[in-house]
Structures are given as C-alpha cells and as structure tokens.
C-alpha cells in the first residue's frame, strides 16, 4: 500500500504545512509582558496553515516577551493543530529571549483530552486561565 496523498496528508514529522483553510482566530492582543493569540472553533488540517502563520508573525513581535495561546474558544482540536503547538514549542525554544510558551486551556475535553492523549501536556505550560498563564 502506496503513501496517503490525500489533501492535508503529509509523510513525516509535524513540521509540514497542511491544509489550505483559514484558522478562527479572534486576533492578538499585546501587552508589555506578552503577546496573547486566541484561537477559536476547530484546529485541523484545513486550519492549521493559519494558526502557523499566525504564530510565526507573532514570534517576530516577542522582543523578549511570552507568547500566551489561548485555546478556551476552540471545540475541536485534531492532530494537526497538536503538531502545530509541538512545533510552536519548538519554534518559541529557539527564539531569541526565549520564555516558555504558555497555552491556556479550560477543562473542555476536545481540547485538554488530546494533549494528553499524545503527552504534550509535559512538554507545554499549560493553564486554565489567561490571567494564571500571565502571572506564570
């Protein structure tokens, strides 16, 4: 049985691009001490180009603060979105200033369930609250 080629399919780890959809993010707002990106509705492979082009704009406009991603609003978060904030993990790892990229989530199981599923609630900040992730 040959690769899967079908659209949003990509061999490989997660640091592909997928998709050809926009994201529902409802925008960023900047603060002294971080940037705040809210991400909305669903996070797949239709989705995720946005959400990563998005993060790596907002990585360009750090100047040494944290970036905070708020995924309280998003009802469905699939693999490609998880690929993406590993690799945002990974991105934010090597930026210049770097402080650990914090990702708030409420207790919404479309959301909080994968990110443990696949461990990632180790390896990324997690908070139930915007104001939590800013105090740190």
């Known amino acids: ?28 707002v900047e603060r002294d001490d971080a940037l705040l990106l809210a991400v909305a509705g669903e996070v797949d492979g239709l989705t995720v ?11 360009a406009a750090l100047d040494g603060r944290m970036l905070i991603v708020d ?16 690799d945002t993990a990974a991105q ?22 994968p990110l443990e599923v696949i461990g990632l609630d180790r390896v990324l900040a997690l908070y139930h609250e915007v104001s939590d992730a800013l105090a740190g």
């Open 71 to 86: 995924l309280t609003a998003v009802r469905f978060l699939g693999s490609p979105g998880l690929c993406a904030l590993l």
């Open 49 to 59: 180009a946005r959400l990563r082009a998005t993060v790596t704009q907002a990585f």
């Open 92 to 113: 934010g790892a090597m930026a210049p200033g770097y402080r650990t990229l914090r990702v708030v989530v409420d207790r919404n199981r479309p959301v909080i369930r």
């Open 1 to 28: 049985m040959g690769p899967d080629r079908r659209p949003g399919r990509r061999e490989g780890g997660c640091s592909g691009r997928s998709g050809a959809g926009t994201a529902n993010d409802r925008g960023a």
